[in-house]
């Protein structure tokens, strides 16, 4: 069984930087595929970046640019640089792995204002 903590959220200005961490616990994560999630208020949970074992790397293009996903198996952590952060990045954002089934974080608030 893995658990995955997400931590780092809080509250910034627009055009400010956050760092999200993900530690995952329960067994060695090196082989799942990790990404990051978000659900803004009234809104679906949509995807944000993703990181395969192989070290390839997915962004929507709302966040590319942006954003940059990175993880360190030693530390069983995948981390979300967030830079030249907007106001429509506002969401809870959710720490995600899978290898034969997705595991999900309980999400940390991320709210920027204008």
């Known amino acids: 069984q893995v658990q995955l903590a997400e931590s780092g959220g809080g509250t910034v200005q627009a055009g400010d930087s956050l760092s999200l961490s993900c530690t995952a616990s329960g067994r060695s994560f090196s082989g799942y595929a990790m990404g990051w999630f978000r659900q803004a208020p009234g809104k679906e949970r949509e995807f944000v970046s993703g990181l395969r074992s192989t070290g390839k790397t997915e962004y929507s293009d709302s966040v590319k640019g942006r954003f940059t996903i990175s993880r360190d198996n030693a530390k069983n952590t995948v981390y979300l640089q967030m830079n030249s952060l907007k106001s429509e990045d506002t969401a809870v954002y959710y720490c995600?792995?899978?290898?034969?089934?997705?595991?999900w974080g309980q999400g940390t608030q991320v709210t920027v204002s204008s």
């Open positions: 995600n792995a899978v290898l034969n089934r997705a595991y």
